[in-house]
């Protein structure tokens, strides 16, 4: 089932998804972002096909 969200998220960086075997970059730097106190999670991006680590974004 697709959903769509109209809430804006603010990229904090890419990871190519070629990455080495037992390698997980991009979890490991939403890790730390959250560790900050950021709310970073890992998407994939399909279409250009690189992981990107992305956060919600609070507009007022």
């Not at 730390?32 to 992981?51: C, E, I, K, Y």
């Given at each position: ?13 890419r990871?190519?998804?070629g ?7 991009a ?7 959250r ?16 992981f ?9």
């Amino acid at each position: 089932m697709a959903t769509t969200s109209t809430q804006d998220r603010t990229v904090l960086e890419r990871f190519p998804a070629g990455g080495p075997r037992g390698s997980w970059p991009a979890e490991e730097y939403a890790a730390a972002q959250r560790a900050q106190g950021t709310n970073a999670q890992v998407v994939m991006d399909l279409p250009s096909d690189p992981f990107l680590v992305v956060t919600d974004t609070t507009s007022q």
